[in-house]
């Protein structure tokens, strides 16, 4: 094959292809007698000189090509050796590691069951969240909640509750539907029902709506079974429960937007608000608890709540100023209940 002006100039630049490399080696290879590619260096010669190109020059040029293409060789079979040791020590290394890897899998997967990976839905302070599970059931998380669930229900249908939480389980007569709370496992199989388990609070609850209910403690006694509108108290601290009858609709009304007091004394009181508005509300007088309240408060400012609450009890409550800190953030609203000592003859 013949080489042109053009593939001699490419060599000669450093642009030139690997065809080319291999059409100018196997010219080399009889470059004295080949008169063709002579001609073509002093043709390439005569574009960039006015003066003749010696015939010397010619020798010298096709030595110092001779050594470029011997070491052209020279790389080209480094990369073959090397490829030959990658190939080799991907035979001793990672072919077995892949080997073990699917060896592991169809372990875990003949023998052993494989762990599903969990998920987590967490509510803010001051927001309701409504959630659906990979069942299908679904529900609300309250204020400052979490819920921890598998990705995949199998042969087991198992949450973890912290916080306030309203579920409407899809029923399944052969596995049952369990949320553990700090103190206690409920078991439902189609149920809507509410459950209460803050960490701050003393006392756990379940609510009934509809279905049927087993509760049971940490070490599997059974504490109780509940029917609708039954709810259960349970005291952290003891393990033991206490069952009574009520309206369950007031106790899953916070799904709707509705705040109820059920009996509530002004701590209870205090916490729900400072978790329903994400905000500090301190009761500064321990006398205040003495006080309780049924109300019923939907989509109201706390300012209107406390007010209303002001109307009903002796109390008057003030607000600290929010602090801007350093990052540009304004701290958390802060509310003092204090007695109102000229209500407390009215209240009596």
Not at 175 to 187: D, E, G, K, L, Y
Request: charged share 30%; glycine share 6%; net charge neutral.
């Amino acid at each position: 094959m013949s080489i042109s002006i053009e593939t001699l100039k490419r060599y000669f630049s450093g642009n030139y292809s690997r065809k080319d490399f291999l059409l100018i080696r196997e010219k080399l290879k009889n470059a004295e007698q080949d008169r063709e590619l002579r001609e073509l260096m002093k043709a390439h010669w005569d574009e960039f000189s006015a003066e003749a190109m010696p015939e010397e020059n010619i020798d010298n040029i096709l030595h110092r090509l001779h050594h470029h293409i011997h070491l052209e060789e020279n790389r080209e079979i480094r990369r073959l050796d090397w490829w030959k040791v990658f190939q080799r020590v991907a035979a001793i290394i990672i072919f077995p590691i892949v080997l073990t890897f699917l060896g592991y899998l169809v372990w875990q997967t003949g023998d052993r069951v494989v762990k599903p990976g969990y998920a987590e839905i967490q509510c803010p302070m001051g927001v309701r969240t409504k959630f659906q599970l990979p069942d299908g059931t679904t529900g609300f998380l309250n204020s400052g909640s979490a819920l921890q669930y598998p990705v995949v229900f199998d042969k087991s249908r198992q949450v973890k509750l912290i916080g306030e939480g309203f579920f409407d389980v899809v029923k399944n007569e052969e596995i049952p539907f369990i949320v553990q709370t700090n103190s206690m496992n409920i078991n439902v199989w189609g149920t809507s029902f509410n459950v209460v388990s803050y960490p701050d609070e003393a006392i756990e609850e379940v609510v009934l709506q509809s279905g049927r209910v087993f509760i049971t403690g940490k070490s599997g006694n059974r504490i109780a079974e509940l029917a609708p509108n039954q709810k259960l108290t349970v005291d952290i601290q003891t393990g033991k429960g206490i069952k009574s009858s009520v309206i369950a609709s007031q106790y899953t009304s916070w799904k709707e937007g509705k705040l109820v007091f059920r009996n509530e004394d002004m701590r209870q009181v205090a916490r729900r608000l400072s978790r329903w508005y994400n905000a500090e509300i301190i009761v500064a007088d321990p006398q205040l608890y003495s006080y309780t309240f049924y109300a019923t408060f939907q989509d109201e400012q706390m300012d209107e709540v406390l007010k209303l609450l002001a109307l009903t009890t002796p109390i008057k409550y003030e607000e600290v100023k929010r602090e801007l800190s350093e990052d540009g953030l304004y701290s958390k609203r802060k509310i003092i209940i204090k007695t109102d000592v000229k209500k407390i003859d009215k209240f009596k």
